[in-house]
């Protein structure tokens, strides 16, 4: 086993999230650019610990430390001590248990907890089901994923995210979300 993954493999998370992914490796001492999924980059710091999947085993990453470079973030783990031995660690998102995230006011919502939501419109169509997520500079959009084709052939629409105007309801109970908005198909 590679000297990087020496710790134990770690139970799981009661329930995970993704908060970010390691990139390319900077400089010849194992640093590592770090790409935040979190609101402000730099709030990614505030949850400890990480994990990593590898072999389909959760790997903890202890960080040793962390500093602003340019406009990424980078990260030194404990026991990387070069380049090569940091490039085994690109292109690994960043987990860490879920209970760690704050808790939010009525109206606010996690990503995470509206993935798999169906999406029914006011007049009761079920347009399908939440995929993903984009962010598009004004607001957010979910990607919904319907059996529906336009006339090339699409299977996925982008509903804006921008709550009493197109977000009418939201309940995560039964993981439906009413919207009031016409797709055009």
């Given amino acids: 086993m590679n000297k990087q993954f020496r710790i134990a493999a770690q139970s799981k998370p009661a329930e995970s999230v ?3 992914k390691m ?7 194992g640093w590592i650019r770090v790409y935040s999924f979190t609101e402000k980059s730099e709030s990614i710091f505030n949850y400890r610990p ?11 990453i202890e960080l040793e430390s962390w500093k602003r470079h340019n406009r990424d973030w980078i ?7 070069n380049r090569k031995e940091a490039i085994l660690l690109t292109n690994f998102e960043i987990i860490i248990d879920a209970s760690q995230l ?4 009525n109206g606010e919502y996690y990503w995470k907890d509206l993935l798999g939501c169906q ?4 007049n009761g169509d079920k347009l399908g089901e939440v995929v993903g997520f984009m962010e598009t500079g004004s607001n957010d959009a979910m990607v919904v994923k319907t059996n529906q084709k336009d006339a090339f052939g699409i299977k996925e629409l982008l509903i804006p995210f ?3 105007q197109v977000i009418k309801n939201v309940d995560l109970t039964n993981h439906i979300i009413n919207i009031d908005w016409n797709p055009g198909f």
């Fill in 18 to 20: 993704i908060v970010g």
């Fill in 23 to 29: 990139g390319a490796v900077y400089g010849i001492r």
């Fill in 50 to 60: 990480w994990f990593i999947t590898k072999e389909d085993k959760l790997h903890l």
């Fill in 75 to 81: 990260i030194k783990i404990r026991n990387i001590k």
């Fill in 102 to 105: 704050p808790h939010l006011d």
């Fill in 119 to 122: 999406i029914v419109t006011v």
């Fill in 162 to 164: 921008i709550d009493g």
